[in-house]
Every structure is written in C-alpha cells, then in structure tokens.
C-alpha cells in the first residue's frame, strides 16, 4: 500500500509537467479549506481506545491512512470518466459547486474520448494506479525552445547538382543573417561543386562537419533541416538513436510526401520556426533489437573490435551480453522493419509472437513491420492500408503470402512483437531496418521489435491533418479519378420510372 500511495503522488507530479491542457484536466483535488475544517471539526470515527497499547494505536492510525489514500486514488479515477456518466463516487462538496468550478474540457481530442469505467449500473472496471495516463491532445501539439536555438544540422541529398544552388542559399542565410551554426556532413562540406565556388567560400570555412559513424552529434544538435526528399528524413533519423530534434524537410526530392515545406519560402518559414509555436507531428519510430545466438551456433566469442565500436554513443554494434551468451543490435527505425526471402527461390517461413506468444506463421516472400508514417511506403505496395502517424499502432504486413486469407493487421503500439526463424524453415532470411542495414537472420537467431519512446517531431507546415491528407492527394494521388458527369435531366432516370 505505500508503493500504492508513492505511484499516486507521481501521478499527481506529472500533471504540472504536461502544459496548461493537462493541469486544467488533471486529477489533483481542488484544495478548499472550508473543507479542511469541517474534517478537523467532524468527530473522528477511529477514535483512539485508551486501553490500546502504543503499537496498536500507530497500527490503527496506519491503516487509517491508508483507506484514505485509496478511496482519494478511486475518487481522482472518477474524476476521468466522461462527463454525463452515473456518479459512484462524490468528493466533498455539493455536485453543483464541483460542475461550475472545473473547467470545461476541449470539445475535440484526435485521441477519441477517455472511455468509460462504468458499464451499466454495477460493473466497472478495478481502479489501477498504473493504468492512469497523461496524453497530450495532438491538435495542440506546438513547438516551444526554451532556449534559443544555436545549433543548425543541415542535411542534403547527395549525388544530386540542384541542390547545390538551395543548400548554398540556406547555409548563407542561418550564417550571415541569423548568426547559427551549421553542421553539415563531410562529404557534402568536400563538394567539389561548392570547392570551386570561391563565393562560398567564407561561409563554407564556418561549417562544423561531422562523419557518420565516427562522430557523435546527438547532443549539440538543436534543430534539424532537411533538403530532399523522404530519404533524408529517414537519413535524419538514423543519426539520432535517443532523443531526436525537430526536424523542418523542405520538398525538393521525388516523392516528398513526408516534406511538406516549400523552398521558394525558405527565409519565411525557417523565421517562424525559430520564434517557435509551430505545429508538430510525433512520428513514433519501433526500437528494433536483434539477438544473434552466436555461442550456440559457433560457439565463439566475439571480437574485440566488435565489442568497442559504438553506433552514436548508445549501443555497440557487438555488445554481449554475458548472461544469455548473445550479441544484441539495437535501432531506431522510423518507417519498417522488412524481413524477406532475400537471393533464395525457397518461401521464407518465419514465427511471429505477440508479447511472447505465437501468433502465426509466415510463409511467403517476407513480413513488414511498419510505424504509422512506414503505412505509406513500402506496406502501401504491400496493400496494407495507411495509417495517421498520430495513430498509436504498429503495422504488420505480409509479402506475397502463400495464404488468401492473410490479411495485414494492426496492432497496439505498446506490444512486443518477435520474429524467428520457424524449426522447419529451409533457408534463412534477410533484415533491413528503413533500407539499412541489412544482415542475415539465421536459425536462433530472432528480432524483437516494440515502440520506441523516441519519436520524431516532424514539424508541419499548416497542421498534422492538412499536411498529411495534401501529401497522399499530392504525392500518391490518393483517390483521384475522373468526376462523374451529372445527368442533364433527372426525370430521364431509370429510377423513376414506374
């Protein structure tokens, strides 16, 4: 019970750390000190026997609190039911005075209401204080700085020469205008495009550069541009296995559909999100991790120079863990993790668990397992359907299957879902995290794959549903077809003949 009453009080906590919305929402109790005296003015029911020992009455008074800790727990659960329902539970006061005093709640909440707890006139559900969640309504999602940001990641797409004239364009204006630091890759900085270009040149020698792999990033790095397409995006992502900075991609790539930013207007739209306020989008990523049993297979120990690289600073490439004897790769994937058949002519034939629990078997060309913002690549050619990324989910998609009735599936996002290689399996498949490295899976080896706590936040030119239904209209051509002519008299309708 005093664990019980401890997870109460970081609830309570966290209300203050959510923003005004929550505060408002929150399940803290109104403080009235009207109410405190008529408590310390009401005659106590557990009134101290004097023939009790010490010991007994410290027992008493202990578990006095404690009821009172629970029945102030099950009174804050009610207070997040939805408005309307039959009360089970008053705090103190009168209905009327609590109703007039609590703030009205948004009328519109992409998350859907919060569900009830009360099903018909006895049933509810069991009041548990780690079932309390705080989620911010994505509609009012905003950026803020809460300290002006310095430093500027700008990335490219490389191998492409019409960029070179925007890239020089943005670099001189967060430089020369805005007075930032701009860090760009090596290998863009090493352009002999921009070497030659002896204007460039000033600007060029205040770049901070960086190499993939070899220099850690993720700490300095206060806001991210993107100039390309959707590649870059994923790109971005890769770079930031913890915590990622907002990230601002402009459409000047193929497809674009996850940047919304048009160049033309580059001055005006990197100046608003400077000041902040802007509308962002949380792309969940999964935290794909996979387990190798390499001391069953060979029965060797990795390499030194496996175990000493590190990938940003978080998880070496070879890590083992000593207690299961495994090498352990972890990553951040923003949009799908592929498992297909890879050169053999075999179907592949992978088990799929759910929290520990096998759900089916694969046999075809191979699985997807993709975010919300993953549903509209390569899952949509998989025929899956597209996913909001706002939409708390994790998409598992079949390729080709040997199956008519295997239908892709949604899943909720907080599950673990593995993949292993099946016993009777007659070749081994092949791993690839948003296109990247790709790696063979064997037999005993297997992936496990869940949600990550990092997200990306994708920063949205109007908002999170403009931008997305204008990319899939824009860019996938979403439902577009030719209008149906309207019948020039309507009395000639076979439907309205008798």
Known sequence: MR????????IQRQVFHQGPFHCLTGMLRPSNSSDHQSESARPSKNKEHPSRSPRRRREG????????????????MERRRLPGQHEHLEPSGSSCDTAES???RRAHFLHGPYPATHFGPKACILPNPTSVMHIQDPASQRLTWNKPPVNVLVIRKIRDESLVEPFKQLCGFLVEEKQMMVYVERRVADDVTLSKDEAFGSIRNQLCTFREGYDDISDCIDLIICLGGDGTLLYASSLFQGSVPPVMAFHLGSLGFLTPFKFESYKTEVAKVLEGNAAITLRSRL??????DMLQRTGQQPTCRETQQEHNGLLPHGHTNSEAGKVTLQLQVLNEVVVDRGPSSYLSNVDLYLDGRLITSVQGDGVIVSTPTGSTAYAAAAGASMIHPNVPAIMVTPICPHSLSFRPIVVPAGVELMIALSPDARNNVWVSFDGRRRQEIQHGDC?????????????CCHDLVYDWFESLAQCLHWNVR?????????SDSSDTEN
């Open 3 to 10: 664990m019980f009453f401890c997870l109460e009080r970081r």
């Open 287 to 292: 935290k794909v991790k996979v387990v190798k």
């Open 102 to 104: 609590s703030p009205k």
């Open 482 to 490: 030719k209008r149906q002519a309207r019948l020039a008299d309507v």
């Open 447 to 459: 992936i496990k794959i869940t949600t990550s706590c990092y997200p990306v936040p994708s920063i």
């Open 61 to 76: 008074k202990r578990s006095q609190r404690r009821g009172d800790d629970h029945k102030q727990l099950l009174w804050e």
